[in-house]
C-alpha cells in the first residue's frame, strides 16, 4: 500500500478567483509528475471535483507555484496553473491576474520577500508570461494585512487593497502588442461566416468582438450565454480560429485541448445600463463600455484581471474594436469595464507609435484573502 505525502499549501482569494498557492520546491518538478499531482489535488477531471480542492468552475481551479527568483528585477518567480474542471488537462498557457493579487502575499507569508510596514514592494516575473508584476501589499506589525476597506465587483465584502502594475505587459507570445500586425481584421469562421475581430496580446492574447455582431447586446449575464449551446460552440470556433491565425495550433477544433487558455474569447459592446446576477441595476454612466469574457469555454462570472490589462491596451491601440466602442472622451489612466457583478477600473500608460502603442504599464487595484494555511494529502 502507498504512502500517502502531506504537502504544504495555502488556498487563496485572490481578486475574483480562489486557487491553491504552493512553494515551488514542495511539489514536483516541471513535467507529467506535476500534471499528475496537480489533477489529484483539485479532483480533476470531475464535475464537482468531489474529492480535491477544486470549487468546480474555472476560477476556483487555479494552482499558483512560487520560489525565490534568481533575476535582478524579481524578488520572485511565479507560474500559474489552470486545472480543467471536467478534462484531464492542465494548461500553464497564459497567467491568471486574479491569482496573481494573491502571490505578493504568499511570498511575504512564506518568508520569500521581508515584511516592511506599512506597503511591502514585491516584484514577481510571471514565467508563463515572462513578464514582471509590481505589488504593493500593506503590512502591519510584521504581517500581511487582509482586512480592509477596498471592494472589488463579484467578491462580497471589503479587504486591503493590492496595488498592481504590469510592466511592459505587451508581446507574451513575442509577437508584440498586435501579434498579427493588424488592429482589426475578418476571420472566416467555420459554418458561421466571417466576423470582425481584434487580436490584442498584452499580459494575456485576447480576441475581440463585438457583441451585436453575434446577435447579441453585451449585457447578457453568463448564465443565459452559458444556456445557449449553440452560441458557446460559435465563440469557441472563434476563438479556434484565432489561435490558429496566432500558430498556437494547427487546427481550429484543437483549440478546446491544446490551448484551452489563450486567447481569451471577449465580447464588447457600447456603455449600456445593465442588472447583475443579484439584481442590482448598474447605469450606463456607470461604465466605459460592456466587456463579457471567456473562461474555459464557459462565461466568466466576472472579468478577468489580465483580460482587462488587454481590453485597457487594446483601448490604447486606434481602430481596434474596444476603441471603436468607446466615448471619445474616455480616460484610459481609469478605464471602466461593466462587467456581469459590476465595474472593474483599469489605467493605461502608454506612448503613441507608428504600428502601435508601446505600452509602458498597465494598472489595477485588486484584494486578496488568507483561507487556509496547511497541508494538502496525495
Known amino acids: 500500500m502507498s504512502i500517502r505525502k502531506k504537502v504544504p499549501c ?18 514536483p518538478q516541471a513535467g507529467p509528475d506535476r500534471d499528475q499531482f496537480l489533477l489529484h489535488v483539485m479532483g480533476s477531471p470531475d464535475l464537482r471535483q468531489i474529492d480535491g480542492l477544486g470549487g468546480a468552475a474555472s476560477v476556483t481551479s487555479k494552482v ?4 525565490p527568483s534568481m533575476r535582478p528585477d524579481a524578488d520572485v518567480n511565479y507560474t500559474f496553473a489552470q486545472v480543467s474542471v471536467d478534462k484531464p488537462l492542465i494548461s500553464y498557457k497564459g497567467n491568471c491576474g486574479n491569482i496573481s493579487s494573491g502571490v505578493g502575499a504568499f511570498a511575504i507569508e512564506r518568508g520569500l520577500v521581508e515584511a516592511v510596514a506599512p506597503l511591502t514592494e514585491v516584484r514577481i516575473f510571471n514565467t508563463n508570461t515572462e513578464k514582471i508584476i509590481v505589488e504593493e501589499v500593506q503590512v502591519c506589525d510584521g504581517e500581511v494585512q487582509y482586512q480592509g476597506n477596498y471592494r472589488i465587483a463579484g467578491v462580497p465584502g471589503s479587504a486591503a487593497p493590492v ?3 504590469f510592466l511592459k505587459p505587451a508581446g507574451t507570445l513575442g509577437k508584440g502588442l498586435l501579434p498579427t500586425g493588424k488592429a482589426a481584421e475578418i476571420l472566416d469562421i467555420p459554418e458561421y461566416g466571417p466576423v ?4 490584442v496580446d498584452a499580459a494575456n492574447p485576447l480576441v475581440f468582438v463585438r457583441a451585436r455582431d ?8 453568463p448564465s443565459e450565454l452559458d444556456s445557449n449551446l449553440q452560441l458557446l460552440d460559435l465563440l469557441e470556433r472563434i476563438r479556434g480560429m484565432a489561435a490558429y491565425r496566432l500558430g498556437l495550433i494547427s487546427d481550429y477544433r484543437q483549440s478546446a485541448w491544446l490551448t ?7 465580447l464588447v459592446a457600447e456603455a ?11 447605469g450606463q454612466d456607470e461604465a466605459d463600455l460592456i466587456g463579457r469574457m471567456m473562461s474555459m469555454q464557459k462565461t466568466h462570472p466576472t472579468y478577468a484581471l489580465t483580460g ?10 486606434p481602430g481596434s474594436i474596444v476603441s471603436r466602442v468607446l466615448p471619445s472622451n474616455v480616460n484610459l489612466h481609469a478605464l471602466r469595464i461593466g462587467h456581469p457583478c459590476g465595474v472593474l477600473t483599469v489605467g493605461v500608460e502608454y506612448e503613441p507609435g507608428e504600428k502601435e502603442p508601446e505600452i509602458q504599464y498597465t494598472l489595477a487595484y485588486r484584494t486578496a484573502n488568507l483561507l487556509m494555511d496547511g497541508f494538502c494529502f496525495c
Open 163 to 165: 496595488k498592481m502594475k
Open 196 to 199: 470582425e475581430v481584434s487580436i
Open 272 to 282: 449600456a445600463g445593465w442588472v447583475t446576477p443579484d439584481g442590482s441595476r448598474m
Open 260 to 266: 484551452p487558455g489563450i486567447p481569451k474569447m471577449t
Open 10 to 27: 495555502c488556498i487563496m482569494r485572490g481578486g475574483t478567483s480562489k486557487g491553491v498557492y504552493f512553494l515551488e520546491s514542495d511539489i
Open 64 to 67: 499558483a507555484m512560487i520560489g
Open 214 to 221: 453575434l446577435g447579441l447586446s453585451g449585457t447578457e449575464l
Open 308 to 317: 482587462a490589462m488587454c481590453t485597457a491596451a487594446a483601448a490604447a491601440v
